[in-house]
Nanobody, 121 residues
């Protein structure tokens, strides 16, 4: 199993950038696919981005494609989410999640506690 802790959230103006980090502990980090999700007040949690264990493949929600970039450093056991050209609608609590390498996208089993991102207009 793996434990996850997010950091890097904050307040930023529209058009600005933030870089979120998710530090992991536990068994071999590269044995897990990593993902980012977000939840805005009163809304359901939604998928943002995912990256495979080796970092060789990524996927993004249509709403963030071209603006956000997910990456990972297996040596540091950390996954990142670089967020550029932020919009007010990006405001949410962002969560890091992990699943067994190669498992389906419905198999996210480990979650962090989240970090708040607020984008002002």
């Amino acid at each position: 199993q793996v434990q996850l802790v997010e950091s890097g959230g904050g307040l930023v103006q529209a058009g600005g950038s933030l870089r979120l980090s998710c530090a992991a502990s536990g068994r071999t980090f590269s044995s897990y696919d990593l993902g980012w999700f977000r939840q805005a007040p009163g809304k359901e949690r939604e998928f943002v981005a995912a990256i495979t264990g080796s970092g060789g493949s990524t996927s993004y929600a249509d709403s963030v494609k071209g603006r956000f970039t997910i990456s990972r450093d297996n040596a540091k056991k950390t996954v990142y989410l670089q967020m550029n050209s932020l919009k007010p609608e990006d405001t949410a609590v962002y969560y890091c999640a992990a699943k067994p390498l190669g498992a389906t996208m419905t198999s996210w089993g480990s979650w962090g506690r989240g970090t708040q991102v607020t984008v002002s207009s």
